[in-house]
């Protein structure tokens, strides 16, 4: 029996070509247009042919999607201003041709620093477009399962969308460990501790808190089953940002301080939602977690 291809360890393209159909990925902006950051050459930074991004459309389980894909490889798949118009860009010919759904392959650090603003506006700019998307009917699924994770504006950009699948070895946050440690010390966070960074930002954990609605294994396989789903209950539903599900996603997160603000480990959070042997939630396979996980997690 073959292996299961390690989401995590595709690139940007290879999981686009293994996660849609043969073939059907249809790049909007190819390499030999060389569309690259006007900025990092004026650093003696590299750039890359693509900006670390490769947006378009495909074909998922047979219906049209549009799509895009960080690049985890180029500098983190940090976001500067090219790489996030390209992300507008998308949104917005998704909204232009009325799109079933947009499927975004997050990998990224956040803001790439050399651009400095331009990347904080590109970041806000993604925002608006895909809640622009939702507001014209568009779902959009986001998958995170790369080494980098999904932190800084992409995370927030990612918790935007209407549904998040990841892996175990996904991570997912406002901010990387290594800024935490940088701003309050390595008494507050230790970056160091692998352990305990996917622990705290790590797939399980973000299911658990009911930030992320899917989790699969590291298996491309896995995760084209869990966007194929997504998109196939979205279809025709609403999908816009309601007020009444800001409320409830508020209310969830009072929730979380009330019940979890004091405590310092995941751990300890997992044995306070009463998960069975909670200490070894790290080792379990992905079924048995979600059986462990069941009736435990927020907002299930």
């Known amino acids: 029996m073959s292996r299961p291809a390690s989401y995590q360890e595709a690139t940007a393209r290879e999981r686009l070509q293994q996660l849609f159909d043969p073939d059907s990925f249809e790049e909007f902006l190819p390499p030999s247009e060389r569309v690259v950051s006007p900025h990092l050459g004026q650093l003696n930074a590299p750039v890359a042919f693509d900006d670390g991004v490769a947006v378009g459309r495909a074909k998922l389980g047979g219906v049209t999607i549009y799509a895009a894909a960080q690049e985890g490889g180029f500098m983190g798949g940090a976001v500067g201003e090219v790489h996030g118009a390209k992300l507008v860009g998308l949104l917005r010919r998704a909204v232009r041709d009325q ?36 507001a014209a009917g568009i779902p959009v699924i986001v998958l995170v399962g ?25 991570r997912l946050a406002m901010s990387g460990p290594e800024v935490i440690e940088t701003a309050s010390g390595v008494e507050e966070f230790d970056s160091r501790d692998r352990a305990l960074v996917w622990r705290t930002s790590g797939g399980k954990h973000r299911y658990l808190m009911g930030d992320c609605q899917r989790i699969v294994a590291d298996d491309i396989a896995a ?3 869990a966007a194929r789903d997504a998109v196939a ?19 969830m997160l009072d929730e979380r301080i009330a019940r979890f603000g004091t405590l310092q480990d995941p751990v ?11 200490a070894n939630i790290p080792m379990l396979d992905v079924d048995s977690f979600i059986a462990a996980a069941a009736k435990h997690r927020m907002g299930a």
Do not use: P, Y
């Not at 790369?146 to 996904?170: D, L, Q």
């Not at 959070?269 to 998960?275: F, G, Y």
């Open 99 to 134: 799109a079933t759904a947009v499927v975004l392959l997050v990998e990224s650090g956040g803001v790439r620093l050399h651009e400095a603003n331009a990347g904080l506006i590109a970041v806000s700019e993604v925002m608006r477009a895909l809640l622009d998307a939702r």
């Open 146 to 170: 790369g080494s980098n994770g999904a932190f800084g504006g992409m995370g927030i950009v990612s918790r935007c969308a209407n549904v998040v699948v990841m892996s175990e070895e996904g």
């Open 223 to 225: 995760f084209r089953a």
């Open 233 to 251: 209950a979205l279809t025709g539903k609403q999908v816009e940002l309601t007020l009444e599900a800001l409320e409830a996603e508020q209310q």
């Open 268 to 278: 300890d959070i997992w044995s306070a939602m009463q998960i069975a042997d909670a």
